[in-house]
């Protein structure tokens, strides 16, 4: 089949690579590029000529594409445009904006949402979620490290003894995990807490300590994601994070819950509790954020303490971001499509997860 790739309007990542192209045309496939689509990502026309795509414009991508492939999801007016039996792989957010959602499975094209893969052992490699939280979760670390006034590790010098600093995060999922192991490696002490005391080995082995609640409600079911947990139990964590957050230099926050408001975890008063200099990076900005003063997309000052609101870190190292989604990708089309367009099997857990369908009466 012939893959299209777009180009994003708000977003510096590409959603195929001059490198995944000529795996898909190992397979069988042939590309078209929209111009221009990998320059900020440093991948540029240029590259996927020698890989064997075809570079031209949007019209004709849209035109004469059986799958068009884009990370930014297009608008509901835009999908309407699209030809009927045309297939897109996009990240539509369905459980965050059910509505449209709706609206584009009521159209005659099949939409395949790649934040919904499920997260089981088969579906690993095509999991954009967690490619893109593990860019995240470093990115936040550097951030924090470049705004914070002084040093992450230790310093010993005739001069004095300057301290490591002290970092506390909160979501141990896979942007928790790497926030973790890259504060370590810089040198600081780390604290982690997560309602999961599934991941308390995983925050150990890399050297961190884990901060825990007593009685926190999990499921196995909730792929990998933290549960709503009972007021109890809030008011004991939200007591436990006030004194930990309150001696950290960092706090890098993680916490979500599929298709609802993040939750809040650090209330005005423990951000006023911190030290001047201090500095919060809230990965959860775009869905309310975990600290209660996040602003998306923006970073404040609040009394002397630094709050980074930017919710797509992961947009700011396009070039390694695109590289592992496009790998998502081919693994997802090869895998989903390995009989053709007309051999999709709607029973399949994965197939199931990501096309977006009218729900059933």
Known sequence: MRIGVLKHTLDARVAIVPET????MQAGHTVAVEKGAGELSFCPDSQYLEAGAEVVDRANILANSDLLVTLEAPELEAMKQLKPGQIIISMFNPLGEPEKAAAIAGLPVKAFSMDRVPRTSIAQSMDVLSSQASMAGYKAVLVAANLMPGYFPMLMTAAGTIPPAKVLVLGAGVAGLQAIATARRIGAVVEAFDV????????????AKF???????EDKGAGGYA???SEDYL???KQLIHERASRANVIITTAAIPGRKAPVLL?????EAMSPGSVIVDLAASTGGNCVLTQNDQIILHQGVTIVGQSNLPAQMPFHSSKLFSNNVL?????????????????????RSTLIQAPKS
């Open 331 to 351: 693994n997802f089309v090869k895998y989903v499509f390995a009989k053709g367009l007309e051999g999709l099997d709607l029973e399949n857990d994965i197939v």
């Open 211 to 217: 901060v825990e609640v007593e009685g926190a409600k």
């Open 227 to 229: 549960v709503q947990q």
């Open 21 to 24: 192209v000529a795996k898909f």
């Open 196 to 207: 999961r005391s599934a991941v308390k080995e995983e925050v150990q082995s890399l050297g």
């Open 267 to 271: 209330e005005q008063a423990t951000v």
């Open 235 to 237: 008011l004991r964590q």
